[in-house]
């Protein structure tokens, strides 16, 4: 971690605000001693938190008021125009002034897009932000974008993301030249639509670690490891949740059949230390937050639902990419690249 | 099952061919008195196979010669024109004469589409195919499609797809108003790209039993049970394979847990009938065999890697389609709907 990095929390955001919120970030905050935190929202109720984690005042800890709060339900358009003293919009102000190194909110995703969007702006020569986050896999894990902030994205939208992605990668892997590939249909070159034959030339034109095509399967459980996996954020949001539901229809399915009687029951008694080292090896909570990629700050989003395990590996990947300055990286990379092709 | 129907068996066709196609054919046969089977491909390999399954002479059962192969590998257009003695390419031909009643083959997908929509013709109103196949849930199952067939579905396809299906599901599964599911990045309304907004729109003013936009998770674990599921092909084909992706990656934690020391080994001898009967609950091979659907006929594409249980399967769902028949259910709601728009 970098010496004294100030993430921005977004203390009303998600599910359980400050419930969630408020622990978990303190639990980071006894974790990494250089870490400092300033809680955004309404003042009373998070002081009422903090005093009930028995948390005693502290030169790491600050509180900046917000009147507001952003519902999982209000449009883009809407808290953009009459949010403007909520905890999301002041938390990721914070961000662009300076004060903070970074924001975490578990908020309605549009409503953060849009926000962290019109406030922090966009890298020049990025023309679209993404998501991006990990999926487990048999081989570790695999960085995925983008998951959801964009439809109907170009080839040079796809190639964008696959430049901003590489250098996340490269940064908090440690991976010299990840290998990226371009979900599709179908490895062979005349599958799939347009844009992502298109894209696939750009990438081959480009000095990126491109490996070609890969199927769905390749998100958890490709026949080789890769590190890096670029597709249109409709497609991406898809899979990301059809494997979120493959993953609890088997984990209903497991429960099911050590419910049955009472052997089957006894049973789970002696199986129970064997499943709880298999669920931590595929604990989505583990996997929680997504980085919003091409913006000039960095925006972690958490799962609306969030536990404080959940929540707390979401401020953990926010200080990790402020110790790696992601936007900075992904800002020199894109401005190279932009200058290769001017040549 | 209707009497008398006949199958006609792309025997060359899988990664495996006929060490499958037939032992797996010749399973059927015994398990339907009224099913009779037509062999396709080269007859003195499928006599050697009949024969090692110790299968005697049988009225039930007729070999037709091909003198070729399609290979897993051969572009959809290289078929059409050089292999019109394959055995893919005669199984559909039977079809047509109506000396089979569906054929099921295990072979390469874009040439089994490519050639069965040119021997076999659309049914007028639909334009293009799509492929469906259903995937466990925690509801029972549901019926998803298009599974790859499309790529840059239009609202007017997501609609005919929609039509189709629903005529599938109300045949098989027996329901009159099958729940139908618009898959999308989100439920409400402004999410999603044109197509999917504009498709939303088709439905809601039809008399299809059109619930909203589902989200990836419904595929298999949704909050309430949707019957079935439309979307583009490229977004289905990705999902199906995350989610195939998904059990692999959760098989495999599941093995490396049990596996880690004597102890758990010995925990997994006294958990394995448990297991099993987990694992037989979203065994993928009883959801193997898709149906081609737009077409004035019946096709079944297994797995290409299929085993004898799997293709067995493909196999059982002819014979259920083939007893409903589905492509004329389809025609006649077709020129329904058609008829319905004109007024």
Redesign the interface.
């Given at each position: 971690m970098s010496i004294g990095s100030t993430i921005a929390i977004d203390a009303m955001g998600g599910d359980f605000g400050p419930e969630v919120t408020i622990p978990a970030s303190l639990q980071c905050l006894k974790d990494n001693v250089n870490l400092r935190l300033i809680f955004v929202g309404n003042e009373t109720v998070i002081r009422e938190h903090l005093e009930a984690q028995g948390h005693k005042d502290s030169k790491r800890i600050r509180i900046q008021h917000a009147s507001q709060k952003v519902e999982m339900?209000d449009?883009p358009a809407k808290v953009l125009r009459t949010k403007k003293d909520s905890s999301m919009r002041v938390a990721i102000n914070l961000v662009r002034s300076g004060e903070a190194d970074a924001c975490v909110s578990a908020g309605n995703t549009g409503a953060l897009m849009a926000t962290a969007r019109f406030v922090l702006k966009m890298i020049p020569g990025i023309d679209r932000p993404a998501i991006i986050s990990t999926l487990?896999?048999?081989f570790g894990h695999t960085h995925v974008l983008d998951l959801?902030a964009n439809?109907?994205s170009s080839a040079e939208h796809l190639f964008q993301f696959g430049v901003m992605g590489s250098e996340l990668v490269k940064a908090i892997d440690g991976i010299d030249h990840p290998t990226l590939g371009l979900?599709?249909?179908g490895e062979?070159d005349?599958k799939?639509?347009?844009q992502v034959k298109m894209a696939a030339q750009l990438f081959e034109n480009s000095d990126l670690n491109y490996i070609g095509f890969v199927?769905?399967?390749?998100?958890?459980?490709?026949s080789t490891k890769v590190d890096l996996i670029v597709?249109d954020?409709?497609?991406g949001?898809?899979?990301?949740?059809?494997?979120?539901?493959?993953?609890?229809?088997?984990g209903?399915?497991?429960k099911?059949?050590?419910n049955?009687n009472l052997l089957?029951k006894l049973?789970?008694l002696?199986?129970m230390p064997?499943?709880s080292?298999?669920k931590q090896?595929?604990d989505p909570r583990l996997y929680n937050g997504a980085t919003f990629l091409g913006l000039r700050g960095t925006v972690i989003k958490s799962h609306g639902g969030a536990d404080v395990v959940a929540f707390a590996n979401a401020v953990k990947i926010a200080e990790v990419e402020i110790a790696q300055d992601i936007p900075k990286k992904i800002s020199e990379r894109v401005q190279q690249v932009l200058a290769e092709r001017k040549h």
């Open positions: 339900d449009s487990p896999s048999v959801g439809v109907d979900l599709n249909i062979e005349m799939g639509n347009e199927e769905g399967t390749a998100l958890n459980a490709g597709t954020g409709f497609v949001n898809v899979a990301l949740k059809a494997i979120e539901g493959a993953a609890k229809m088997i209903y399915a497991l099911e059949a050590f049955k089957t049973t789970a002696v199986v064997v499943l080292n298999f090896r595929i």
